[in-house]
């Protein structure tokens, strides 16, 4: 496809399971992010990754999370143990350069932890 | 938080009125972006201006920056009902991460 996929589109989990989003970026895109958007809120920075390296996880809540891009295009986005205050849609984005132009997003993934 | 500021946090105007969105950010730029978000859905891009520009004008968009004040302002002119969603900046340092800002909820009346 033409734009940034992430799957699932909606997820409902129960308190301490452990849950994977999946962000399939634009191909060629060097640079990727993952936001947290609770709701009525801006977008709050998780991790950034260029290629494969992951140079920015300073935005990550706690060890629960953890983000991966192995092979410098999809990446994945995993939530151990999930809590309640998980809940929020997660966004991802990437960009054709290195973290300075244009940043083109993914429909996101609302998570949802009971 | 480093989160900026925007202002107002909501917005409803007539179609065919001007609006305009402040955001402040807090920390030096290379660029400031603009992005908009329907409801439910993904941001889109909207317009980058460059911190050694001070006004920059994409279509109905007409975005300046201020660096001195470590702010901006995103006018939008003669809305109409399509434009309603929420609006965010976001600041960038090169090879960093973007910053949003918490966004202004527009509502354009038909």
């Known amino acids: 496809g033409a734009g940034v996929s992430q799957s699932p589109r909606y997820k409902v989990a129960k308190r301490g399971q452990d849950v994977a989003l999946r962000c399939d970026p634009i191909?060629?895109?060097?640079?990727l992010f993952w936001y947290q958007q609770a709701l009525g809120q801006g977008p709050e920075f998780l991790t950034y990754?260029?290629?494969?390296?992951?140079?920015?996880k300073s935005g990550l809540p706690s060890d629960r999370f953890f983000a991966e891009r192995p092979e410098g295009s999809v990446s994945t986005l995993k939530i151990q143990r999930t809590q309640q205050e998980d809940s929020a849609v997660y966004l991802c984005a990437s960009s054709p350069g290195t973290a300075t132009g244009e940043l083109f997003f993914g429909e996101g993934s609302r998570l949802t932890v009971l | 938080s480093q989160q900026g500021e925007e202002d107002p946090q909501a917005l409803s105007i007539q179609e065919g009125e001007n609006a305009t969105m402040n955001c402040s950010y807090k920390?030096?730029?290379?660029?400031l972006q603009w992005y908009r978000q329907n409801s439910g859905r993904g941001l889109v891009h909207l317009i980058l201006?460059?911190?050694?520009?001070r006004e920059k004008h994409s279509g109905r968009l007409r975005v300046t920056l201020d660096t001195s004040k470590k702010s901006s302002s995103l006018l939008i002119t003669a809305s109409r009902a399509a434009d309603t969603a929420s609006y965010f900046c976001?600041?960038?340092?090169?090879?960093?991460?973007?910053?949003f800002g918490p966004g202004t909820r527009l509502s354009v009346l038909p």
């Open positions: 920390t030096s730029i290379n660029n």
């Open positions: 191909s060629g895109h060097v640079s």
């Open positions: 201006i460059r911190s050694n520009e």
């Open positions: 976001a600041s960038n340092l090169y090879g960093q991460n973007f910053v």
């Open positions: 990754f260029q290629n494969e390296a992951q140079l920015d």
